[in-house]
């Protein structure tokens, strides 16, 4: 909601300053879709040499970011903590019946409660692996903490690829105006015989090569690229909340205090109440008994 209010802020705001200030958007208009295809098709084109397939599709996909925004909401992460806590329980009272639960979660009646949570295969493996792990006797804390940062690291990189992306068509965008202006202009000078009237239209259209390259690196691109980033990091947190748990699990603390380790390193925004998450674990202990 916010990406589009700000879209239509964004061209009011151009565009209507420059109305109010006495231009014409004739010549704008009428220069617009060549200059259009210098620069959006240079621009795409690069996009398409610098990454590979799936990084095309990666990033096509996560521009929706901007106006969906973060995909894991506060009712996941409670949801999220809920879930921790009924599995951390069974592997402490019965760690047998842990492993239908890890081993096929897809069909496991307790993911089932949670679909959002069981549809995400990355959210999903993190907690299987943990706990597999865990059933092996890999329990150093300290080891397992080690080896979850460096997987939550890998993964929001590799996230990160379609900011990147979009910031590095950004940062070439201006330049690529200056390409199109440097055409008009060479196009204008083929035409130094016409009258002062055409001189200036032809000028004034070669410019506006120079202003779309700048307005879409700045106005559109670029805050795209950051918007995207902000949502990969806020859904980091999701992850990283998993781990929180899962360790405080590791040095053996009581089920509560290991979710309300995970409570208290919930950023603020997402983070349940304690009251809220209270009720919703007696709920869950309610369930399984």
Known sequence: MFGLIGIVVIFVMVFGGYLLAGGKLGIILKSLPFEMMMIGGAAIGAFLISNDMSAVKQTAKDIGKVFKGPKWKPDDYRDLLCLLFSLIRIARQNPVS??????????????GKYP????????????????????MNYD????????????????????????????????????????????????????????????????????????????????????FAAKVKTVVEEDGHFYQLIREVLVANLHNHAPPICIEVGRQNTPHHFRPGFSELEEALKAVKQDAA
Not at 212 to 217: P, R, S, W
Request: charged share 20%; hydrophobic share 45%; aromatic share 4%.
């Open 98 to 111: 842990l492993e239908a639960h890890i081993e096929d979660p897809e069909n496991s009646d307790l993911f």
């Open 140 to 223: 150093d804390p300290h080891q397992v903490e080690e080896v979850l940062e460096k997987r939550i690291e890998a993964n929001q990189h590799h996230a990160l690829h379609s900011s990147h992306a979009l910031q590095n068509v950004a940062d070439g965008l201006p330049a690529l105006g200056i390409v199109a202006a440097v055409l008009g202009v060479i196009k204008t000078m083929a035409s130094i015989d016409q009258p002062p009237e055409i001189l200036g239209k032809m000028i004034g259209g070669a410019l506006v090569g120079t202003f779309l390259g700048v307005f879409l690196a700045y106005g559109l691109v670029g805050p």
């Open 116 to 135: 959002k949570i069981r549809d995400d295969h990355e959210a999903v493996d993190l907690i299987a692996d943990t706990l597999r792990s865990a059933s």
